[in-house]
């Protein structure tokens, strides 16, 4: 699927990651791994792993950007603009963004979201971060 190694949020009563499929009554930005509740445990878990790095961890967040953030096509992540897109959507979403509802599925690919790129930024340092100090 689309969001194959996003790192998703989870339904503890339901024992469920939240996926647009099982809950299809979410806003898309709440189920396609985006703003703070998309980034904030993967920002969480590339700080830790600066400090206390586990193998295991750092197998998933490399999983992470190479396979859903910045893989070669498709990701969160453009890498020919490194815009970010507003959410993860699948592949098949093709049409215009209607200015008036921004929560559309088809906004998913808009790269306007500023809430987005700080998140990003600073998992990108944190990456540089494990990278220099555990090459």
């Known amino acids: ?19 647009r499929d099982k809950y299809p009554e979410l806003p898309h930005f709440m189920t396609g791994a985006s703003d703070d509740l998309g980034f904030a445990d993967v920002l ?23 396979l859903f953030l910045f893989p070669p096509t498709g990701g969160l992540q453009s890498r020919t603009t490194f815009g970010i897109k507003r959410w993860a959507e699948p592949p098949n979403v093709n049409c215009p963004c209607p200015s008036l509802n921004l929560d559309s599925p088809c ?13 990003v930024i600073n998992l990108w340092f944190n990456a540089y971060r494990l990278c220099r100090i555990y090459p």
Do not use: W
């Open 107 to 119: 906004c998913g690919k808009v790269t306007d979201r500023s809430y987005n790129y700080p998140h």
């Open 44 to 66: 969480f878990l590339s700080e830790a792993n600066v400090y206390y790095p586990n193998q295991t961890h750092v197998h998933v967040l490399d999983n992470y950007f190479e």
């Open 1 to 19: 699927p689309f969001t194959h190694s996003a790192i998703l949020m989870y339904d503890a009563d339901a024992n469920q990651q939240v996926t």
